[in-house]
């Protein structure tokens, strides 16, 4: 088995592999991940964190031991709090990451980065003002970072940073945590989740004071929640239909 890790700001995994092919998830500097596969310019990875398996290009990559796999795989995850910060590269030039960034790799690239940071388990409470870092947010399929996000990818990663673990995809989260009957019985934090005409869940969002949710359509953005789904004021209409909430915390 081999091993590798994400030296760079934002690399795109693919759904195959070639540059055309359909960007399915990122991943953020600093994330570590095994080769299942590597051809002349590609390999397919399954990434530690979330165990998502896509395709990267062998540019955007470094290969690392198994001790440094293992090393970063139990080390206490710490992760940017900065919307956007810099590390120092081991010349001495400078290189933007987004929030979210794993950290832990500093040293073994040899990179300094002087911004906030957080690791370990935050309050429920807390969700929120993360969630909130992320407004407005342009929505990208696939996307993990302020610069471009999807709704799974939001709550992942607004999750990640307050030390919880979701998966990557929003029908993969629905299978978490506890489904509630009701909006009432909802804690500021939770998740709702949303289907299409064919009951498939591709919508997720975190649930706010007031019957409000934090979600990503369009850009991250706040609407109202009601047991129908998601209101929109600017349409003046539903634009997702309610499946369930989970209580994943």
């Known amino acids: 088995m081999q091993y590798g890790v994400c030296h760079l700001s934002i690399v795109p995994l693919r759904s195959s592999a070639s540059d055309e092919s359909e960007m399915v998830t990122q991943i953020l500097y600093g994330e570590y991940f095994k080769i299942l596969?590597?051809?002349a310019q590609w390999s397919r990875i399954r990434v530690?964190?979330?165990?998502?398996?896509?395709?990267?290009?062998?540019?955007?990559?470094?290969?690392?031991q198994e001790e440094q796999y293992l090393n970063l795989?139990?080390?206490?995850?710490?992760?940017?709090?900065d919307v956007i910060n810099y590390i120092t590269d081991e010349k001495g030039y400078l290189m933007p990451i987004p929030l979210g960034s794993v950290l832990n790799s500093?040293?073994?690239?040899?990179?300094?980065?002087?911004?906030?940071s957080e690791t370990g388990e935050k309050p429920k409470s807390h969700l929120i003002d993360t969630a909130l870092l992320y407004l407005n947010s342009p929505f990208t399929r696939g996307g993990k970072s302020p610069l471009g996000i999807d709704s799974s990818g939001f709550t992942q990663m607004v999750y990640r940073l307050n030390g919880y673990k979701l998966f990557r995809n929003a029908a993969e989260q629905a299978r978490q945590g506890e489904a509630l009957s009701f909006i009432e019985e909802s804690e500021v934090g939770d998740l709702a989740f949303f289907d299409d005409k064919e009951g498939v869940i591709n919508h997720v969002g975190i649930i706010m004071n007031d019957n409000y949710i934090i979600h990503s359509d369009?850009?991250?953005?706040?609407?109202?929640?009601?047991?129908?789904?998601?209101?929109?004021?600017?349409?003046?209409?539903?634009?997702?239909?309610?499946r369930v909430i989970k209580k994943i915390i």
């Open 218 to 242: 369009g850009k991250v953005r706040i609407d109202r929640l009601d047991h129908s789904g998601i209101f929109n004021s600017e349409l003046r209409r539903h634009t997702h239909q309610l």
């Open 37 to 39: 596969e590597e051809r």
């Open 106 to 116: 500093l040293e073994l690239f040899q990179h300094v980065y002087d911004g906030h």
């Open 73 to 81: 795989k139990s080390a206490k995850p710490k992760l940017s709090s």
């Open 48 to 64: 530690a964190f979330d165990n998502y398996e896509a395709w990267i290009s062998n540019k955007q990559f470094l290969k690392i």
